[in-house]
């Protein structure tokens, strides 16, 4: 007998549970689910990897059963909110199969999409409702969907949501549905601006913690090299050699530069695709089912698959560009040794991303161990260059592909020179890359 047995939910989904072989429930699911099912507001912190979706998603299909009538007409019984497309797809994804053979109707309406189609789909109303906040208020603009019944409301990955500004959208959404609704939060950091999200709409919260912010799951090897951004697209063919035809997630930066490093790969002779914010939801969809079949084995992203995409195979992550946010690489590594399968993070550092580098290891609590190179040092800065917000300021090795060898054990920075010493650049140095870049 599992817990999910003792858990006293519904007989049928417990079976069906065990058919998709969830037979011992994650600690967030542990955690979460019994006072969930107890109609508590529960605020949900863990990182992503840890099986967030089945700790709501499980208690409002067993609750959804307990209602045992169809909804109005445009109208929903509960409302998951996400942040992206993608994470709002793979929401939609679980919670149909954790319903399968009941009677649970579940929809989903994100941008992207046909609006009209969506209508249609709203007009019997549904009881499971997964949308980003964007297109759903397109859809309450046009009167095509109620929140006035929803008995239930989730914001699932509400940092990132606050990340991406959707803080008064939130709050046009939340003001009509019901005061009395069960509302459950989750999370995987927790910013000051939580705290208000939290107050604002849930009711005397049972708080629930599994993982630490900035931990990165267990099985991932982790390894930085520093490198002049122009040889980063040469080093990246280099290493993906090593590892033909298992999958690898890299991010970049920005759009622009993701799918020119996608077409890159293309002509070395690797199966790649792209997503990011100018592909159309179908083009990202196709992109995401071809990676997930293995048909391409190679898959360039933006930040938009930071979060949300659960591909149990993804054997390496590449940190080509590394993020502005700190938070955001532990997000994109995690895509890798799910379901606890091994997996490796690699990050590529020019010398303008030492800033984001070390925000990354104070936010980790780690010094990242070296793959090649040395940290980047003032003296081999390209004349000229001003560096921003303390990016760019350190540089190490003598310019052009880093050798193995030589390494300073984890990522240890060095002292920065006397006064001066950054105005001259050592000769046959390799300009170590441009200046920062929009986040995608």
Not at 220 to 249: D, P, S, W, Y
Not at 285 to 311: H, N, P, Q, Y
Request: charged share 25%.
């Amino acid at each position: 007998m599992s817990d999910f047995d003792m858990m006293d939910l519904p007989p049928a989904l417990v079976a069906r549970l065990k058919k998709m072989g969830l037979k011992d429930p994650t600690p967030i699911q542990k955690q979460a689910i019994p006072h969930a099912l107890n109609g508590r507001d529960v605020m949900g912190l863990a990182q992503t990897g840890t099986g967030k979706t089945a700790a709501f998603g499980v208690p409002l299909i067993a609750r959804m059963l307990e209602i045992g009538k169809r909804p109005a007409p445009r109208s929903v019984h509960g409302l998951i909110l996400a942040p992206t497309r993608e994470l709002a797809t793979q929401i939609s994804v679980n919670l149909r199969a954790f319903a399968e053979n009941t009677p649970i109707k579940v929809a989903m309406v994100v941008g992207g999409q046909s609006i009209n189609n969506q209508i249609k789909r709203l007009e019997r109303g549904v009881d499971l409702l997964v949308a980003t906040p964007g297109r759903l208020l397109d859809l309450m603009d046009r009167r095509a969907v109620r929140l006035d019944e929803a008995d239930f409301l989730v914001l699932d990955e509400a940092d990132q949501m606050l990340d991406m500004g959707f803080i008064h959208d939130l709050r046009k959404i939340a003001s009509v549905i019901p005061k009395d609704r069960q509302t459950m939060l989750f999370s995987a950091t927790m910013p000051k601006l939580m705290n208000e999200i939290a107050n604002s709409y849930l009711n005397r919260p049972i708080r629930v913690e599994v993982s630490p912010p900035g931990k990165a799951a267990d099985k991932v090897t982790q390894e930085v090299h520093f490198i002049a951004k122009a040889e980063k697209a040469n080093l990246l063919i280099e290493m993906l050699a090593r590892h033909r035809g298992e999958r690898a997630l890299v991010f970049g930066r920005t759009k622009h530069g993701s799918e020119k490093l996608m077409k890159t790969l293309v002509k070395a002779g690797y199966d790649a695709a792209s997503i990011h914010g100018n592909k159309s939801q179908g083009q990202r969809d196709r992109a995401i089912a071809a990676f997930k079949s293995g048909e391409i084995t190679v898959l360039v992203a933006t930040d938009v698959a930071a979060r949300g995409l659960d591909i149990p195979d993804v054997k390496h992550v590449y940190n080509f560009d590394l993020p502005n946010v700190p938070d955001n690489y532990v997000h994109r590594i995690g895509r890798t040794a799910r379901a606890g399968k091994d997996g490796a993070a690699i990050a590529f550092c020019a010398p303008d991303e030492m800033g984001e580098l070390k925000a990354i290891q104070k936010t980790m609590g780690i010094a990242i161990p070296v793959g090649s190179g040395r940290p980047w040092e003032v003296a081999d800065i390209p004349e000229g260059t001003k560096p921003k917000g303390g990016r760019g300021r350190r540089r190490g090795g003598g310019g052009g592909r880093p050798q193995s060898g030589g390494n300073r054990p984890g990522g240890e920075q060095t002292q920065a020179k006397k006064p001066g010493a950054g105005r001259r650049r050592r000769r046959g140095g390799n300009r170590g890359g441009g200046g920062s870049q929009r986040a995608a």
